[in-house]
């Protein structure tokens, strides 16, 4: 079983919180947040402050790596961010999103430590940046939305109100992606995946994850039983109700949790990390199909050494490589 560690970057550098205007500004675009959760017109019509990220520059990805001099790299990062997306149109295009996964990758990028001053969160930095570039280019007609500071805010105002206790990257990010699914429907990667080739067709017809124990789980195998999935891959069509009872259940554990230990609360798997999404799917009756291990995670978190895009290059079964950068496994 993998256990996913708290964002190691965003204990690095706490810095004080100080009350400013566009602090006073933001609660303000909370509380409108929770009191019309229903009048998202309005919510998209609040004037954010959106500002560019020039500093970022990018090193070449293993494989897929746009070029590192694209100066169009600060641009894209806006244009991925959920915050300017219109979902409406969006979902215009993807009239079958309840009923097979719709062609949406989303990704997430948060930084615990400014949950007070969104417009503070860091920039995205530039491998996390070039993974998301890496699927945008792999599928041109794809939308690529990446979930940000700003944009759970926005679009995600009553769950920001549980968010902003959690100070532990990985459980944040656990409850954006299942609320982004269940509400938007799409394919959810960890941004230490790096996608190699893209995603086959027919993996879109149902929801989905990835078997992680034990390794040479066969679905095609009847008395092949996955025992632990992973929660770095998961696709849904929009309002699948399993990933929406997994998304319920983790916000409920997160309240209590953060009822009983405060702000110091620390991340317990259990709460809303791999086991409960594993629960969910090996359940007889679960609408999710269960991939075999190597076709997104080729290599275990054990043997990390070897997990490299270059080792899987030539492997047409491998759609991504699974780098574990930011998980340990235990078992
Ligand atoms: C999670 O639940 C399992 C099974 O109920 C239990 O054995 C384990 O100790 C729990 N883990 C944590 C970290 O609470
Ligand atoms: C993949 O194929 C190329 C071209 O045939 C070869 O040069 C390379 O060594 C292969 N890589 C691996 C990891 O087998
Ligand atoms: C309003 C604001 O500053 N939003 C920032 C949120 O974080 C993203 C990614 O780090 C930045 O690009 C945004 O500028």
Redesign the pocket.
């Known amino acids: 079983m993998a256990i996913t560690k708290a964002n190691n970057s965003s204990s690095s550098s706490r810095r004080p919180h100080r009350p400013g205007r566009s602090y006073l500004a933001l609660k303000l675009v909370a509380i409108i947040g929770i009191i019309c959760y229903n009048c998202r017109n309005l919510l998209m019509a609040l004037p954010l402050p959106i500002t560019t990220t020039n500093d970022i520059t990018t090193t070449g990805l293993e494989q897929q790596a746009s070029s590192p001099e694209d100066p169009q790299n600060s641009l894209r990062d806006l244009m991925y961010d959920a915050s300017n997306k219109q979902m409406d149109k969006i979902f215009a295009r993807y009239p079958d999103a309840h009923a097979r996964v719709p062609n949406i990758i989303h990704l997430t990028w948060v930084d615990t430590e400014s949950w007070e001053e969104p417009a503070q969160q860091r920039p995205v930095p530039s491998d996390v940046l070039e993974v998301i570039n890496a699927w945008q280019k792999l599928h041109p007609e794809w939308e690529v939305i990446l979930w940000t500071n700003t944009s759970t805010l926005l679009h995600f105002p009553e769950l920001y109100v549980t968010l902003r206790s959690i100070k532990v990257g990985s459980w944040a990010s656990n409850l954006i992606r299942y609320h982004v699914l269940a509400k938007y429907g799409g394919t959810y990667f960890d941004t230490d995946i790096i996608p190699l080739r893209p995603i086959p067709s027919s993996l879109m017809e149902a929801a989905f994850t990835v078997c992680e124990r034990p390794r040479d789980f066969d679905p095609t195998n009847p008395d092949s039983k996955c025992l632990s999935t992973c929660n770095a891959v998961i696709g849904t069509p929009r309002g699948n109700q399993d990933i929406q009872v997994v998304a319920d259940t983790a916000l409920q554990n997160s309240i209590v949790r953060l009822k009983k230990y405060g702000t110091k609360a620390r991340y317990n798997l259990n709460v809303s990390g791999p086991p409960l999404l594993t629960q969910m799917v090996i359940a007889e009756e679960s609408s999710f199909a269960i991939l075999p291990s190597h076709m997104f995670y080729p290599c275990d978190w054990s043997e990390k050494e070897t997990c490299t895009a ?5 492997d047409t079964n491998v759609i991504t490589v699974h780098l574990w950068k930011n998980s340990r496994g235990l078992s």
């Open positions: 270059q080792n899987f290059a030539n």
